[in-house]
């Protein structure tokens, strides 16, 4: 079984910054280095889109709408990955989930509310 722990969302003023962390673990103590692991939000009334994903080799892509002002990085050896958010917007605003694909299924976390408001 795979488990994904999002931490660090919450409140935050136009053009703050937050960090967002997604802490992965398996029952089988599998290490997740190899695979890809992305962060998607999700706004009321809107689908789920893709933020930023990054490979097991440390490539990154980011959706066009936080380019340049979000970062994903990982911690192998925590099998963490990271979203560093800057100049955030109120459109921003959404619950963000941490994602892994593995042998098939899609494995999300249980997400973690960013609201950007004055």
């Known amino acids: 079984q795979v488990q994904l722990v999002e931490s660090g969302g919450g409140l935050v003023e136009p053009g703050g910054s937050l960090r967002l962390s997604c802490a992965a673990s398996?029952?089988?103590?599998?290490?997740?280095?190899?695979?890809?692991m992305g962060w998607y939000r999700q706004a009321p009334g809107k689908q789920r889109e893709l933020v930023a994903a990054?490979?097991?080799?440390?490539?990154?892509n980011y959706a066009d709408s936080v380019k340049g002002r979000c970062t994903i990085s990982r911690d192998n050896a925590k099998n963490t990955i990271y979203l560093e958010m800057n100049s955030l917007k109120p459109e921003d605003t959404a619950v963000y989930y941490c994602?892994?694909?593995?042998?098939?299924?899609?494995?999300w976390g249980q997400g973690t509310q960013v609201t950007v408001s004055s």
């Open positions: 990054i490979t097991g080799g440390g490539s990154t």
């Open positions: 994602n892994v694909y593995l042998f098939g299924l899609n494995y």
């Open positions: 398996a029952a089988s103590g599998m290490i997740f280095r190899s695979y890809t």
